[in-house]
């Protein structure tokens, strides 16, 4: 005979009702958690950066950003992102299309390079190209014999800017090749498709939007890279300043107003860039969820005519 049946399922019950509110407890501590800690280090930093370099008004902005130097700053950020991000697609797409596709010795330590800009700290980047093409460097009296200059020059900061840079695209295509797997293009290569026609129209469709974050993610931090940048710039006004250097001479000398014009430009551009992030994002589910949609849609069955129903 068991005993306490009625009151055991009311104790159940109450204890599953505690259980709920505890749930939604923890739930709302944590979302005000989150939502604080963006309060206090995303949107403050972003509505002071805002608030100071419009404090005098939209003349005294425009002004700051039509200067001279700041807009050799900007052109030469635009630039080094022109050409790197560029590189890094190229060499992303074929680093992650050669670790997932194939077996090899020394996979791992290709998989520890590409994560090494990572683990290092962008000066220490910096100071490896100089130490490698600087005057004194190993390379430097081969380059100065022949008349190239890279360090203190554009092609140093383009170099540093691909290295630190270069994983973002790699990791994010990585991450997509080994979820989707490799049966579509085996199935194609066993009907005896072509290299060509399997990158082309299989894997580069299944992939696009990996890619497309990965680009999106290396523009950005190519634009704001600022401790590799440093030290193989040089500094040189108008010539080798990117924006983030740019930012940092003009605060100090004291001019607030155009180093906040030109962080807020920055900032902007770090907007823009995960707005469009976004946007693939709301892109990519529309049309899974409309091929999702199309692929469980009933097939009507067409009534003969004449017949009953």
Same mark, same amino acid.
């Given at each position: 005979m068991s005993g306490g049946g009625p009151s055991a399922g009311r104790a159940k019950q109450r204890g599953h009702a505690r259980l709920i509110r505890e749930g939604k407890l923890a739930r709302s501590i944590l979302i005000a958690i989150a939502i604080a800690f963006m309060a206090l280090f995303v949107l403050a930093p972003l509505i002071t950066v805002f608030g100071a370099a419009f404090s005098r008004g939209f003349g005294a902005y425009l002004e700051a950003l039509k200067n001279d130097e700041t807009f050799s700053a900007?052109?030469?950020?635009?630039?080094?992102?022109?050409?790197?991000?560029?590189?890094?697609?190229?060499?992303?797409?074929v680093a992650a299309w050669v670790v997932t596709k194939y077996d090899f010795w020394g996979k791992s330590a290709l998989l520890t390079l590409i994560d090494l800009p990572f683990s290092v700290s962008p000066v220490i980047s910096g100071l490896v190209f100089v130490l490698l093409f600087g005057a004194q460097g190993a390379l430097g009296p081969f380059l100065s014999e022949h008349d190239i200059k890279i360090i203190f020059a554009v092609p140093g900061i383009v170099i540093a800017t691909t290295f630190v840079t270069f994983p973002l695209v790699a990791r994010e295509v990585i991450a997509v090749m080994e +979820?989707?797997?490799?049966?579509?293009?085996? %199935?194609a290569l066993t009907l005896g498709a072509g290299l060509h026609q399997i990158l082309f129209r299989i894997t580069l469709p299944k992939v696009r939007w990996g890619l497309f974050y990965g680009v999106i993610l290396c523009n950005a931090r190519a634009m704001g890279e600022f401790g590799a940048v440093s030290v193989v710039s040089g500094h040189i006004r108008g010539e080798t300043n990117t924006m983030p250097l740019q930012v940092e001479i003009l605060y100090n000398e004291y001019a607030f107003v155009a180093a906040f014009a030109v962080a807020s430009l920055l900032a902007l551009l770090a907007l823009l860039t995960l707005g469009a992030k976004k946007?693939?994002?709301?892109?990519?589910?529309?049309?899974? +969820?409309?091929?999702?949609?199309?692929?469980? %849609?009933?097939l009507s069955v067409p009534v003969t005519q004449g017949q009953s129903p």
């Open positions: 900007i052109e030469l950020t635009v630039i080094t992102a022109a050409i790197s991000v560029p590189l890094n697609t190229l060499f992303g797409f +979820a989707q797997g490799s049966d579509e293009e085996e %199935a946007v693939g994002e709301y892109a990519a589910e529309f049309r899974a +969820a409309h091929r999702a949609q199309r692929t469980a %849609a009933p």
